[in-house]
């Protein structure tokens, strides 16, 4: 069966740069969630978007933009990076019903 | 706003052993569902076990089983016959079923060792 795919799966930037994070949800499922897990911690609920229009926004930065688009992929724009966004950074993708599906995630290292 | 709790930062279990895993959680609502995680080293996140707060009968998947008591809003996870592949980070989670905020609410999580 088809999962949840994420691109890249590592990124590597220096602080103050940008980055962009990709989500290819399960086909069919409207629903795309991003959270973000810091070394030795839960997994933070970021944002979530549902038939392309953002429903709900958690702790997301203001440096941080995201996005779904009419293929129901979603991006996750990171700006002026810094050491603290240093995460790994997991979408989920949900068909309405109440179970989410994980990706494997973006492992991003922050210099 | 919901929070999740567990308290047991980490714990071990002998193979083939049974293991308790607590869970607590706070919240107003009364519909909503609970949700066990796993992520192994490869720290992909793995559903478990759910459990739909409406349903009196506690979930079971297997080797898992979870012991639901909503007014004291606990809700462990009970691993029977522990394999070394359950040796894992696992979280406990929370969705409210109330508007169309969906997302989960996850607890410190619990780091289970299965020893051989």
């Known amino acids: 069966a088809a999962g949840v795919i994420q691109s890249p799966r590592h990124l590597i930037k220096e602080k103050r740069e940008t980055a962009t994070l990709k989500c290819y949800p399960i086909?069919?499922?409207?629903?795309v969630y991003w959270y973000q897990q810091g070394p030795g911690q839960d997994p933070q609920f970021l944002i979530s978007f549902y038939e392309k229009m953002q429903s709900d926004k958690g702790s997301i930065p203001d440096r941080f933009s995201a996005q779904q688009f009419s293929d129901y992929h979603s991006e996750l724009n990171m700006s002026s990076l810094e050491l603290g966004d240093s995460a790994l950074y997991f979408c989920?993708?949900?068909?309405?019903?109440?179970?989410?599906?994980f990706g494997p995630g973006t492992r991003l290292t922050v210099l | 706003a919901q929070t999740v709790t567990q308290s047991q930062p980490e714990m071990s279990v002998q193979e083939a052993e049974t293991v308790t895993l607590s869970c607590t959680y706070d919240?107003?609502?009364?519909?909503?569902?609970l949700f066990w995680y796993k992520q192994p080293p490869s720290r992909q996140m793995i559903l478990v076990i759910r459990?739909?707060?409406?349903?009196?009968q506690n979930a079971t998947e297997n080797r898992f089983s979870v012991n639901f008591q909503k007014a004291a809003k606990s809700f462990s996870l009970k691993i029977s016959d522990s394999q070394l592949g359950d040796t894992a980070m696992y979280f406990c989670?929370?969705?409210?079923?109330?508007?169309?905020?969906?997302?989960?609410?996850f607890g410190s999580g619990t780091q289970l060792t299965v020893l051989p």
């Open positions: 919240t107003s609502e009364n519909n909503y569902y």
């Open positions: 459990q739909e707060a409406y349903k009196q």
């Open positions: 989920a993708s949900s068909d309405g019903h109440h179970e989410q599906f």
């Open positions: 989670a929370f969705m409210t079923t109330s508007g169309s905020a969906r997302q989960l609410t």
């Open positions: 086909p069919r499922h409207d629903t």
